[in-house]
């Protein structure tokens, strides 16, 4: 039998002894206020405003991942802390991340409704304004059934962006149905073209931005790679 512990809370937090493996030193300051004073708060600067140090970051991982058809993994819980991170990856890194789950069974409603938000796609009709309560590939297979001879697949969030295709849903889309796919919605370059056709089984790639814009300054310039280009890329056979 272990001595039972005589109660004892942090002189600085809430923390107490009903954390059994609590430790406080001789002021009475438990270990994780020590550890946040020491490992957390030097680097813990909540009112500077740091966002180029994190688009530097997320400029390597991005630069890392190119042709990859994901650049890095996010573990979700469905709670605050990772949905809001699941946010800024995506939106505001512009990061393409593999989002891991595990759900034990115990999971809250609420943090299974997160995870759909997040990691759901939805359908819009009428130029993207009007939401249909339908998933791409369920719409896709139906479509297909309907008679429709070709699928043009558009990830509107990616349109323009230039960071890659969604390989995922480009995938899965083609993996349902026979007809041919055309993917669009993100084709930043060459390397993005060969990355849907290998990895999102797509048919056909098709791209506006990557054809017009060019250099950092995106300059207009019509343009479209070579039959050099694509042949050295292993995309076009002559
Ligand atoms: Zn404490």
């Given at each position: 039998?272990?001595?039972?512990?005589?109660?004892?809370?942090?002189?600085?937090?809430?923390?107490?002894?009903?954390?059994?493996?609590?430790?406080?030193?001789?002021?009475?300051?438990?270990?994780?206020?020590?550890?946040?004073?020491?490992?957390?708060?030097?680097?813990?600067?909540?009112?500077?405003?740091?966002?180029?140090?994190?688009?530097?970051?997320?400029?390597?991982?991005?630069?890392?991942?190119?042709?990859?058809?994901?650049?890095?993994?996010l573990?979700l819980s469905g709670?605050?802390?990772s949905s809001y991170l699941a946010y800024?990856a995506k939106e505001?890194?512009?990061?393409?991340p593999?989002i891991?789950v595990?759900?034990?069974?115990?999971?809250?409603?609420?943090a299974v409704e997160n995870i759909e938000k997040i990691v759901k796609y939805?359908?819009?009709?009428?130029?993207?304004?009007?939401?249909?309560?339908?998933?791409?590939?369920?719409?896709?297979?139906?479509?297909?059934?309907?008679?429709?001879?070709?699928?043009?697949?558009?990830?509107?969030?990616?349109?323009?962006?230039?960071?890659?295709?969604?390989?995922?849903?480009?995938?899965?889309?083609?993996?349902?149905?026979?007809?041919?796919?055309?993917?669009?919605?993100?084709?930043?370059?060459?390397?993005?073209?060969?990355?849907?056709?290998?990895?999102?089984?797509?048919?056909?790639?098709?791209?506006?931005?990557?054809?017009?814009?060019?250099?950092?300054?995106?300059?207009?310039?019509?343009?479209?790679?070579?039959?050099?280009?694509?042949?050295?890329?292993?995309?076009?056979?002559?």
């Amino acid at each position: 039998m272990g001595e039972i512990r005589p109660y004892q809370r942090c002189t600085q937090c809430v923390m107490d002894t009903t954390d059994s493996k609590i430790i406080f030193d001789e002021n009475g300051v438990c270990d994780h206020c020590r550890n946040f004073e020491k490992n957390i708060k030097p680097y813990w600067k909540p009112q500077e405003n740091r966002f180029e140090e994190l688009e530097e970051i997320a400029k390597k991982i991005r630069k890392a991942g190119k042709g990859k058809e994901y650049d890095c993994i996010l573990g979700l819980s469905g709670g605050a802390d990772s949905s809001y991170l699941a946010y800024i990856a995506k939106e505001v890194m512009h990061l393409r991340p593999l989002i891991f789950v595990v759900d034990t069974g115990w999971n809250l409603n609420v943090a299974v409704e997160n995870i759909e938000k997040i990691v759901k796609y939805t359908c819009y009709i009428a130029d993207g304004t009007e939401r249909v309560d339908t998933d791409p590939f369920e719409l896709v297979q139906k479509a297909e059934e309907l008679g429709a001879g070709e699928v043009i697949i558009n990830l509107i969030d990616n349109d323009g962006m230039m960071k890659g295709y969604d390989i995922d849903l480009v995938r899965g889309v083609s993996d349902r149905v026979k007809v041919p796919v055309i993917a669009i919605g993100g084709a930043g370059g060459i390397e993005d073209l060969k990355n849907v056709l290998k990895n999102g089984h797509a048919h056909a790639a098709a791209g506006g931005s990557m054809f017009v814009f060019y250099g950092r300054l995106k300059a207009v310039l019509i343009t479209a790679p070579s039959e050099k280009e694509l042949t050295e890329a292993g995309i076009y056979q002559n």
